[in-house]
């Protein structure tokens, strides 16, 4: 299997192709379950992220991995998988995050 997936290339967009390496499960940053639910109408991922990221400082969006999410007439549900570093920034605020929609 190492052969395999040591062999596999990814064509990203301009020529930038991606390799992909197999690892062990210890050399994985273990990532903590955080669920997010937001009332309203649903914003979609990225813009979720990057208002997050934007307001507040310390959390490493780009480390976060989501795992589900579920959009409903009155809102959306994220679970993420985040890193060690944000949940202990989170922590610190009660983990409550700052979420400002402008319009």
């Known amino acids: 299997m190492l052969t395999t997936v040591d062999s596999l290339v990814v064509h990203g967009q301009g020529g930038n192709d ?7 499960a210890s050399e994985v940053a273990q990532l903590l379950r955080a669920k997010v639910y937001i009332w309203g109408p649903p914003l979609g991922v990225p ?21 589900h999410q579920q959009s409903t007439p009155k809102g959306q549900l994220l679970i993420w ?12 605020v009660n983990y409550c995050l700052s979420l400002v929609l402008a319009e």
Request: charged share 25%; with cysteine.
């Open 18 to 24: 991606l390799s992909l390496k197999l690892v062990s």
């Open 47 to 67: 813009k979720f992220l990057t208002l997050v990221k934007a307001q507040n400082k310390g959390l490493h969006t780009e480390r976060w991995l989501l795992w």
């Open 81 to 92: 998988g985040i890193d060690q570093k944000s949940c202990a920034d989170l922590e610190t």
